[in-house]
């Protein structure tokens, strides 16, 4: 399978504690991209990558949610200190860089975080 | 606020029976618009996507959908639906070059 993989699909967590996703992209896709889902809503843009290059960070990405991609191929998200209101589904997305297909983001399964 | 608006949360249809699905953004100037669907229990996929030129697109599995400048709408459709298309639809905005804006989703269920 050469879709977005994210390890885990499901944490649970008790509220305080640190979690830790990882998103691995498409091969070629050089952009990766971090929404969160929660129910009854659509995905919102937390977060995109170009190459290692963090570009965006959005109003809803606190001091406590931190990403990486140290060397241009997987991410990691990291939330500290976790809030029953962080329970969300996390997805990650990759496209391409240039020209239309830069347009074009494939979503892996997504992460279920459920705070206790 | 700029935004996606999804006209309905929730549709009930049985097979054979034509789709419509509507979809309004408040984002001005040039955008970059898609329907992403989500199949129970499978990751989102990308159904199509409009960029420029023929404001009528076809995407996979006879889906298809308009895009009315002059109405800010980007409306999916499909002739007549099969128990397989049960799923949730969701409309989305490109801002920029990279951030995709969703709207909240239309749940759609499609009996036998």
């Known amino acids: 399978d050469t879709g977005v993989s994210q390890d885990p699909r499901h944490k649970i967590t008790k509220r305080g504690q640190n979690v830790t996703f990882r998103c691995d992209p498409i091969?070629?896709?050089?952009?990766l991209y971090w929404y969160r889902q929660t129910l009854g809503q659509g995905p919102e843009f937390l977060t995109y990558?170009?190459?290692?290059?963090?570009?965006?960070k959005s109003r809803l990405l606190s001091d406590r949610f931190s990403a990486e991609r140290p060397k241009g191929s997987f991410s990691t998200l990291e939330i500290q200190r976790t809030e029953q209101g962080d329970s969300a589904m996390y997805l990650c997305?990759?496209?391409?860089?240039?020209?239309?297909?830069?347009?074009?983001?494939?979503f892996g399964p997504g992460t279920r975080l459920t705070v206790t | 606020a700029q935004s996606v608006s999804q006209h309905n949360h929730h549709v009930i249809l049985s097979e054979a029976a034509s789709l419509e699905l509507g979809c309004n953004y408040s984002?001005?100037?040039?955008?970059?618009l898609f329907w992403y669907v989500q199949y129970p229990g499978q990751h989102l996929q990308l159904l199509l996507k409009?960029?420029?030129?023929?404001?009528l697109v076809k995407g996979i599995k006879g889906f298809e959908a308009e895009f009315i400048k002059s109405k800010f709408s980007f409306n999916l459709r499909k002739p007549s639906v099969q128990w397989s298309d049960t799923a949730e639809y969701f409309c989305?905005?490109?801002?920029?070059?990279?951030?995709?804006?969703f709207g909240a989703g239309t749940t759609v269920t499609v009996r036998a």
């Open positions: 997305a990759s496209s391409g860089a240039t020209g239309s297909i830069s347009y074009e983001q494939y």
């Open positions: 409009y960029f420029s030129g023929d404001p």
């Open positions: 091969s070629e896709h050089n952009r």
């Open positions: 989305a905005v490109l801002r920029g070059d990279y951030k995709l804006s």
């Open positions: 984002y001005g100037g040039t955008v970059n």
């Open positions: 990558f170009q190459n290692e290059a963090q570009l965006e």
